[in-house]
């Protein structure tokens, strides 16, 4: 009998200490209370998906440091894992080069980085010495996994040449996720917008695009109808840079 009534003291004796010891813990009265919702672009479930380091390259204002990011090896590891896709807009034929190391060639000449709404970000570009081949990767970085868009420019050589304003461009978009060919995010499509604003008043090279392809991860592609994707909102322009100012670049 004593030895039953000890064992209860004791469960008791340790169950009533517990109970005091969970109390103890609450001991700022500001932990009761819910904390604000986080920016989602403060916060990522994993390693893998936090791009923050992004933001310094958007400074300083208004074109930041896209030679900078382009040599920066995480920048170059989030190519490779975001757009392992098949390529055939540059290279010769069956040349099977990578896109993840097409990528900064496109953004190489006239770079320039910038951030909006403190969330999208976009790096913008063109190939060295012939920006009739040109790239804008925009990246969303207000979603738990963030989604990566590179378009890409090309000049078609079948029609006009590159120095007339009636040349013809493809546009290729390819995307980390999966993305609606038919309701492309809005953010986006402003973004390729804004882009030819850009190239007008900088004088730099406005294309007309006649073609525009929307390549999935898992590599599918989808015609799109050129003006829903926000290219040709502007007349297109050929390139009236001076060699000075593109060697500056």
């Not at 913008?124 to 970085?141: E, K, T």
């Not at 007339?164 to 390819?174: E, I, K, T």
């Not at 009236?240 to 670049?249: K, L, S, V």
């Amino acid at each position: 009998m004593r030895t039953t009534l000890q064992l209860a003291a004791a469960l008791l004796l340790f169950g009533s200490l517990g109970a005091t010891t969970t109390r103890a813990q609450v001991t700022d009265p500001n932990k009761l209370i819910a904390p604000p919702p986080r920016n989602p672009a403060l916060h990522r479930p994993s390693s893998a998906d936090n791009l923050q380091w992004l933001w310094p390259y958007t400074h300083p204002a208004p074109i930041g440091e896209a030679a900078n990011l382009r040599i920066d090896a995480r920048f170059q590891a989030f190519l490779h894992d975001s757009f392992e896709q098949a390529q055939s807009m540059w290279g010769p034929p069956n040349s099977q080069e990578p896109l993840a190391t097409i990528i900064p060639l496109f953004l190489n000449q006239y770079g320039t980085v910038t951030a909006t709404d403190n969330r999208y970000i976009t790096v913008d570009g063109c190939v060295p010495s012939f920006c009739a081949a040109s790239g804008l990767l925009w990246i969303d970085l207000g979603r738990p996994h963030p989604l990566a868009v590179f378009a890409a420019v090309n000049w078609d050589p079948k029609a006009h040449t590159t120095d007339q304003p009636a040349a013809d461009y493809n546009l290729w978009l390819f995307s980390n996720c999966q993305l609606d060919a038919d309701a492309l995010p809005l953010a986006l499509t402003e973004a390729i917008a804004h882009w030819d604003i850009r190239l007008a008043s900088a004088h730099r090279l406005v294309p007309h695009i006649v073609h525009a392809l929307l390549v999935e991860p898992d590599g599918s592609p989808f015609a799109l109808n050129p003006d829903l994707t926000g290219a040709n909102t502007i007349a297109p322009q050929p390139d009236t840079t001076t060699p000075h100012e593109a060697e500056n670049q």
